[in-house]
Every structure is written in structure tokens, then in C-alpha cells.
């Protein structure tokens, strides 16, 4: 079973509705004994950080996430939330990841949120076996991560290459939205249920 941790700051319906396709059983749930009881454990979110994560600690989840032994899976903003701080707000995060989250810079002919489609680039992790750099998934974020010894994916935006994905032992992060990625996402959330 698949726990999705509810929040209330997440793309839950549409995390749902990927992971049914591939035939995956999971519950949305808050309840920490379900969490730590669950396979596997996704974190998703959207929106902002600092709202993301005083709804965290609000139900008393932090120490929960970052006490899991399982394979557990941030998405976009629930990626930034395991990272040491962001800009965003600002906020401390869970530190589970060696990465500071800022907002990409104001240049001309950079369209800010990133939102998209782009290419991955140099992957290194189960999470994208079978898989080639230049494999194009979906973005839609104003901030990212940096550069950091946990990055396993790239992409290139605005001023240079940013942390499209992040793992540290059992934890994993996808700055980008699997669950709206097409046949490539599909291919990395049934990856991640494999590990």
C-alpha cells in the first residue's frame, strides 16, 4: 500500500488518479501510523512552501516524514519542503536533502513561474531506469533547488542547470509533476512502486 500524506497542499486527485493507472493501491491519509505502517509514502504539493509546511507541522507530520524507512517520494513542492530551507516564504525545511530552494532570477526572455515541458538531463538513480537523458517531463515552479551531492536529475532553465530530482538513502524528490508527465512520468512512479 501507498500512503499519500494529506495535507491539504497537494496535487492528490491527479497523483491518485496516475498511480491508478498503473494499478497501484494507496490511501490518502494524515494519520501517522498509517504513514510509517504504509509500502511506500508520497509527499506531493503545490502551491507555497511556507503554507505547505505550516500545514505539515500543523498535523504533526514532520518528525513522521522524516523517520520513514520506506521508499518515500516528494513531488515539486513536497520535494522543496525535504530540502534544508527555501526562499519561499522563507522557510525551513526538513533537511532530509543537502539543497537550498530559491526562486529562479528575473532575466529577460525568462519566463517565470517555469512551466512546461523540458528535457532531464544527466540521471543517475533507479528511479529513472530505462530511461535516456533528454527524456521531457512537466514542470510548473517558480523556485528550485540547487545543485547539490543529492541531485540525480537536471534540467536547464533561465540562468543554468537546477536539481530536477533528489535522493538521499530511501528518499526521493521530483521537482517536476510525474503524475502529469505522460508515459515518461508513468515510467518513473512505476520505478518508484518498484524499488
Not at 48 to 57: G, K, V
Request: net charge neutral.
Amino acid at each position: 500500500m501507498i500512503a499519500i500524506i494529506d495535507y491539504d497542499a497537494g496535487n492528490i486527485r491527479s497523483v491518485g488518479n496516475a498511480l491508478e493507472r498503473l494499478g497501484a493501491e494507496y490511501e490518502l491519509t494524515a494519520d501517522p501510523a498509517r504513514i510509517l505502517a504504509a509500502d511506500k509514502v508520497i509527499l506531493p504539493g503545490v502551491g507555497n512552501a511556507a503554507a505547505a509546511m505550516a500545514r505539515l507541522q500543523e498535523r504533526g507530520l514532520c518528525g513522521v516524514v522524516k523517520s520513514l524507512r520506506r521508499p518515500v517520494l516528494g513531488i515539486c513542492v513536497g520535494m522543496q519542503l525535504m530540502c534544508r530551507d527555501s526562499e519561499e516564504g522563507p522557510v525551513q525545511g526538513l533537511g532530509i536533502f543537502d539543497a537550498h530552494v530559491r526562486r529562479f532570477p528575473e532575466a529577460p526572455g525568462v519566463k517565470i513561474p517555469h512551466m512546461g515541458w523540458n528535457a532531464l538531463g544527466n540521471l543517475d538513480s533507479k528511479l529513472f531506469r530505462g530511461m535516456d537523458g533528454g527524456t521531457f517531463v512537466y514542470f510548473v515552479h517558480s523556485y528550485r533547488a540547487d545543485l547539490c551531492p543529492d541531485t540525480i536529475a537536471t534540467c536547464r532553465y533561465g540562468d543554468g542547470l537546477f536539481s530536477a530530482a533528489l535522493k538521499y538513502e530511501n528518499f526521493y524528490g521530483t521537482q517536476f509533476h510525474p503524475e502529469k508527465s505522460g508515459s515518461a512520468g508513468a515510467a518513473i512512479l512505476q520505478n518508484f512502486i518498484a524499488l
